[in-house]
């Protein structure tokens, strides 16, 4: 999930069958959502990131098809686009994993993870109205994810060099993040960051009472965090899920608020709206 930082407004990247995601717009303060477009390839959402209102998305994609190729599209790219679709306004190639995706200073403004010689874009795809400037981000020192994070109000509490499979990956790599709520009462805690990220675990959150230091919940899931009006949302198995925080020391109660499970690829053109700026 992405969730916009001036508007009550989220994507969603539902992802599944194997090779297959769709992008969903979401609705924060009415909790409803649009089904959008389907794409066959692999976006990586931690690459991605929504303009201030919601309005525009930028993300990474891996896609290699040979007919992709002969038109110059290469195997991975950065593009532009108008949630919850994908089809690309701009569109830049890139042709590796290393870099890819970027992060809006503001709705004009958008950085993106390339190096300097990699922001021309695609013939028929030209970028307009964004200043667009190349901020190449090393993973091993930093990465859109978490300069988003740390952007949206999560603060880094510590950092581990991670070791997988006996060999040490390169860099400090985050361990543990934590976000108040919006009122300081609560933080959120992110436990266990690399696990998830490099073995595709389920993320360790807690939530903790800032007042007592109590902890207040417990569960894994592979999104959580404090929606636009401050309440506590996550995703796991496929399915999202709100927290309500009860006063005077009762348990937290959680419901379902959408179900994505039974969905099936069903790609189809953007409307005519989404595919203009």
């Not at 409803?32 to 990131?49: I, L, M, N, P, Y």
């Not at 290469?74 to 686009?81: D, E, I, L, Y």
């Not at 860099?171 to 073995?199: A, T, V, Y």
Request: net charge positive; proline share 6%; charged share 25%.
């Amino acid at each position: 999930m992405i969730l916009a930082r001036q508007a009550a407004v989220g994507v969603i990247f539902r992802r599944g069958p194997s090779q297959w995601v769709q992008l969903i717009r979401w609705r924060t303060d009415r909790d409803t959502f649009e089904s959008g477009q389907w794409f066959r390839g692999k976006v990586e959402a931690g690459h991605s990131d929504l303009s201030p209102s919601g309005d525009k998305l930028v993300y990474f994609a891996i896609s290699y098809k040979a007919r992709s190729l002969d038109r110059g599209y290469t195997g991975t790219w950065t593009a532009v686009s108008r949630p919850p679709y994908f089809t690309a306004l701009a569109l830049w190639p890139l042709g590796d994993t290393w870099f890819g995706g970027g992060l809006f200073d503001d709705e004009a403004r958008l950085r993106l993870n390339h190096p300097e010689g990699k922001l021309a874009c695609h013939r028929d795809h030209p970028v307009k109205g964004l200043q667009v400037t190349a901020d190449p981000m090393y993973f091993w020192d930093r990465t859109p994810l978490s300069e988003r994070m740390a952007r949206d109000g999560w603060i880094l509490r510590s950092q581990v060099k991670t070791i997988v499979n006996g060999r040490k990956i390169a860099g400090m790599h985050p361990q543990q993040w934590e976000k108040p709520d919006s009122k300081g009462r609560r933080s959120l805690f992110l436990h266990d960051c690399n696990d998830g990220q490099i073995r595709r675990r389920p993320f360790h959150y807690s939530v903790g009472y800032d007042k007592t230091g109590s902890e207040d919940l417990a569960f894994e899931a592979s999104w959580a965090d404090w929606d636009q009006n401050g309440q506590l949302a996550y995703a796991s198995g496929g399915k999202l899920f709100r927290v309500t925080f009860a006063p005077r020391g009762r348990s937290a109660t959680t419901r379902e608020i959408a179900d994505f499970n039974a969905a099936r690829p069903d790609p189809q053109p953007a409307p005519e709206w989404a595919t203009r700026w």
